[in-house]
């Protein structure tokens, strides 16, 4: 997301990260990636991934690799939930779908 970031936010977006990673070594990977958006952790409580049906799908306790588009409404106006543990969404996937908005 972050090579996209300038154009994601160029089309009147936001992004946030969501990680239910342990904060230990994380922080450290997130202060080397250095992205211009929050990284925001979730390990202590689930309550966000949960609600959006992404937790534990592999059964692996983490909350799987997801995108969401949320519109000034609210409302969710794109999504693309992880297929497996490896899976990642493009920013030119999100750029798309803010384009067809």
Known sequence: MQKHYDKISDAGAEVLAISTDDLRGAESIVAKAGPDFPVLYS???NDVPVSYNVFDLFGDGLASASVFIIDKNGNIAYENIGENYRH??????????????
């Open 88 to 101: 990642q969404v493009s920013g030119d996937e999100v750029l798309e779908a803010l384009t067809d908005l």
């Open 43 to 45: 390990s202590k409580n």
